[in-house]
């Protein structure tokens, strides 16, 4: 029976230009990955270039917010140089320096494309850095209140980042009771009487990354 829940059919976008961040936790490793992966087809599918979705990762969802500030704040520094000279932003270093992680030399080139007005307007033109970022997590409850405080603070945090950076920030934050629940989400066979249909939220939060992406430019 076809379900009521979900976004429905995905739109198509054009995400060839686009460069998006994907942050993810590292608990609960198994569904992570499955997420990260159906986030990564999705984009992919939509049109974003291989090197221009940019992975990083931190220990717990609790870190996710201020990762994804900083990501976003590491563009725009390390974008400055080439952004301001008119020439394609390369990052050298990404966020893992400034976590104190290892570095990554990612060629960030794609929405600084020469020649746009805003990029001549120099540090402006990189708050365009990125286009949008994804935030995952996967948080489940346990026996105390953890669950409720990391899950009340990630969502707004995140929340919070993404309406003072102006970049969307997709909520890729799974708050399960249990573990069946977060690998059922994931397209992954779920625990005893749950089972998976097979759909990937990951997916959604790609397509979810490129719509918002896409519009955002139009809405500014
Ligand atoms: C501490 C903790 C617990 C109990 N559970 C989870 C979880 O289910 N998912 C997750 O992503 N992180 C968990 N963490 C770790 C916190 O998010 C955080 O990394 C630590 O409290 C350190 O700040």
Known sequence: MATL???GAAETHDGSKLRIGIIHARWNKTIIEALVNGTKKSLKQQGVKEENIVVESVPGSYELPLAVQ???AASQVQGASSAVAGGVATVTSGIGDLLGGSASQTDLHGSLQPGEPEKQAGVTALRHAFDAVV???VLIKGETMHFEYIADAVSHGLMR???DTGIPVI????TVLNEGQGLARAGL??????QSNGHNHGEDWGNAAVELAVKRRAWA
């Open 5 to 7: 829940k979900g976004p």
């Open 70 to 72: 900083r990501f976003y």
């Open 135 to 137: 935030a995952i997590g």
């Open 161 to 163: 980042v993404q309406l």
């Open 171 to 174: 909520f890729g934050l799974l």
């Open 189 to 194: 066979e779920g625990g005893k009487g749950l």
